[in-house]
């Protein structure tokens, strides 16, 4: 399914992935989520209403990390809910040699995290499963009652550890800016499927220290019918799979088989057809933006006369700046410093203010595209290679003009100050813009008196090794 026709208003002429594995369904209410400590508080209550499971899937994890209002750990919360009947399961990642240096963060199943597990009795079930090489099993999903009339999921990027458990306006240093979505109806079924596909080909199932509990060998049934419609969004669960990552390639209802030997890219292949129908506005955060496919989209958007704004942590990553200085790496740098040429375009970073009044940069972690007001998706896929092209990843693709202008109102409200709900999302951004530039003035002048909490940065300098 693939809307095509024309219809103003309705955000119908930006196509959804053809490529996928999931169809576009209709009848879903979403609801995005901005922001850990208020995701999963909304998840920790979606989970206290469950009736019959909570299964989930996890990247980075630190047994440190308290969920908000009190609810303790984690583990706290799952524990509970196995306590109250319910099957609960965890698909944790399991790093290769490649990924070693990941394991601070990561709950990867070692000698010292089965001896926590044994001592807190833990009774949720749990299976390890590596990626392919360097790559990352990389989803963050969570399914209440899988396959009920209460079937509720929750996909984005949001990880597991104290600093992701952030609040919005981020007075704390160090806590990062991040975004969920709440999915109910027929396209919730899709990632009911996805996490079947994955527990039941989970690479470390067989594997002496490949699970957790007695019950965990048991492999779990696909789902045999969609979720009941409920509301007006059209949604569509979207992937990148590495190829011959599953032996099971069974279609969800009403989708198609998975090719098992070409993989999935449909989350790249998504970005880049909404970026070419965008006809007003672009607004993107995203922990990276180092994909030359969709940065030379921007610049064509750009010259079409359409808004840009990209969101993107103030300090990159080392190994960005490092891979600055590779010959491969400068005609990315080069197509970067392009988009700059362009009165229509922002890049811009985030700062917070502690409750002394000085100012901390705040890393952006989400992965989230807004297009014309009407349609966005969010989820865990980063923009670079490892993310499009490697990874296990998941993303909600969704149209609700709606929906999607609410969101607008309240990332801009965070990082603007400035309610916009009185403006067009052009304007929107270009207040955006404005707004940003101003305060980049006042950050050079070492006044923290900004507005919100945006500041450009600029995009002929972003990422260069110093």
């Given at each position: 399914?693939?809307?095509s026709?024309d219809?103003?208003?309705?955000?119908?002429?930006?196509?959804?992935?053809?490529?996928?594995?999931?169809?576009?369904?209709a009848?879903?209410?979403?609801?995005?989520?901005?922001?850990?400590e208020?995701?999963?508080?909304?998840?920790?209550?979606?989970?206290?209403?469950?009736?019959?499971s909570?299964?989930?899937?996890v990247t980075?994890?630190t047994?440190?990390?308290?969920?908000?209002?009190?609810?303790?750990?984690f583990?706290?919360?799952l524990d509970?809910?196995?306590?109250?009947?319910?099957?609960?399961?965890?698909?944790?990642?399991r790093?290769?040699?490649?990924t070693?240096?990941?394991a601070?963060g990561v709950?990867?199943?070692?000698v010292?995290?089965r001896?926590?597990?044994?001592?807190?009795?833990a009774?949720?079930?749990a299976?390890?499963?590596?990626?392919?090489?360097?790559f990352?099993?990389?989803?963050?999903?969570?399914?209440?009652?899988?396959g009920?009339?209460?079937?509720?999921?929750?996909?984005?990027?949001?990880?597991?550890?104290?600093?992701?458990?952030?609040?919005?306006?981020h007075?704390?240093?160090g806590?990062?800016?991040d975004?969920?979505?709440e999915?109910?109806?027929?396209?919730?079924t899709?990632?009911?499927?996805?996490?079947?596909?994955?527990?039941?080909?989970?690479?470390?199932?067989?594997?002496?220290?490949?699970s957790?509990?007695?019950?965990?060998?048991?492999d779990l049934?696909?789902?045999?019918r969609l979720?009941?419609?409920?509301?007006?969004?059209?949604?569509?669960?979207?992937r990148?799979?590495?190829?011959?990552c599953?032996?099971?390639?069974?279609?969800?209802?009403?989708?198609?088989?998975?090719?098992?030997?070409?993989?999935?890219?449909?989350?790249?292949?998504?970005?880049?057809?909404?970026?070419r129908?965008?006809?007003?506005?672009?607004?993107?955060e995203n922990?990276?933006l180092?994909?030359?496919?969709v940065?030379?989209?921007?610049r064509?958007?750009?010259?079409?006369?359409?808004?840009?704004?990209?969101?993107?942590?103030?300090?990159?990553?080392?190994?960005v700046?490092e891979?600055s200085?590779?010959?491969?790496?400068q005609t990315?740098?080069?197509q970067?410093?392009?988009?700059?040429?362009h009165?229509?375009?922002?890049?811009?970073g985030?700062a917070?203010?502690?409750?002394?009044?000085?100012?901390?940069?705040?890393?952006v972690h989400a992965k989230?595209?807004?297009?014309d007001?009407e349609?966005?998706?969010?989820?865990?896929?980063?923009l670079h290679?490892?993310?499009v092209?490697?990874?296990?990843?998941m993303?909600?693709a969704?149209?609700?003009?709606?929906v999607v202008?609410?969101?607008?109102?309240?990332?801009?409200?965070?990082?603007?100050?400035?309610?916009?709900?009185?403006?067009?999302?052009?304007?929107a951004?270009?207040?955006?813009?404005?707004?940003a530039?101003?305060?980049?003035?006042?950050r050079?002048?070492?006044?923290?008196?900004?507005q919100?909490?945006?500041f450009?940065?600029?995009?002929?300098?972003?990422?260069?090794?110093?």
């Open positions: 399914m693939q809307a026709a219809v103003p208003g309705s955000g119908s002429y930006i196509p959804f992935a053809g490529s996928g594995s999931y169809p576009v369904r009848g879903n209410v979403v609801r995005p989520l901005i922001d850990g208020p995701a999963f508080r909304r998840i920790c209550e979606a989970i206290d209403a469950a009736h019959h909570v299964w989930v899937t980075f994890l047994p440190d990390v308290r969920m908000p209002d009190g609810r303790g750990s583990f706290d919360v509970g809910a196995a306590a109250r009947g319910l099957d609960v399961r965890v698909l944790f990642w790093l290769n040699p490649e070693a240096r990941y601070p709950f990867w199943g070692s010292e995290h001896e926590l597990l044994a001592a807190r009795g009774r949720f079930l299976r390890w499963d590596r990626a392919h090489s360097r990352c099993q990389h989803q963050k999903s969570w399914l209440l009652d899988a009920r009339a209460s079937e509720t999921a929750f996909v984005g990027g949001i990880n597991l550890r104290p600093h992701s458990v952030a609040l919005p306006g007075p704390r240093p806590d990062h800016h975004a969920y979505v999915v109910t109806g027929p396209a919730a899709d990632v009911h499927h996805n996490l079947v596909q994955r527990w039941n080909e989970a690479s470390e199932r067989t594997a002496a220290d490949g957790w509990g007695e019950a965990a060998e048991r049934a696909f789902p045999t979720s009941m419609a409920v509301g007006d969004s059209a949604a569509q669960i979207q990148t799979v590495h190829a011959g599953y032996r099971d390639g069974r279609a969800s209802p009403g989708g198609r088989p998975f090719d098992i030997a070409g993989g999935e890219r449909s989350i790249f292949d998504q970005y880049l057809q909404a970026i129908a965008a006809r007003r506005s672009i607004y993107i922990q990276a180092e994909v030359p496919e940065v030379a989209g921007l064509e958007a750009l010259e079409r006369d359409v808004e840009v704004v990209v969101l993107l942590p103030a300090e990159p990553e080392d190994r700046r891979a200085r590779l010959p491969e790496r990315l740098l080069g970067l410093a392009a988009l700059g040429r009165e229509r375009f922002a890049l811009a985030i917070g203010r502690a409750a002394g009044g000085g100012r901390h940069d705040v890393y989230v595209m807004l297009v007001d349609w966005a998706t969010i989820g865990s896929c980063n290679g490892a993310s092209f490697g990874n296990s990843e993303n909600v969704f149209r609700d003009p709606a202008r609410a969101l607008r109102c309240q990332l801009l409200a965070e990082h603007l100050d400035r309610d916009t709900a009185d403006l067009d999302d052009r304007s951004l270009g207040a955006y813009r404005r707004i530039r101003e305060n980049r003035r006042r050079d002048a070492g006044d923290p008196e900004w919100g909490l945006a450009s940065l600029d995009p002929a300098t972003y990422g260069r090794d110093r």
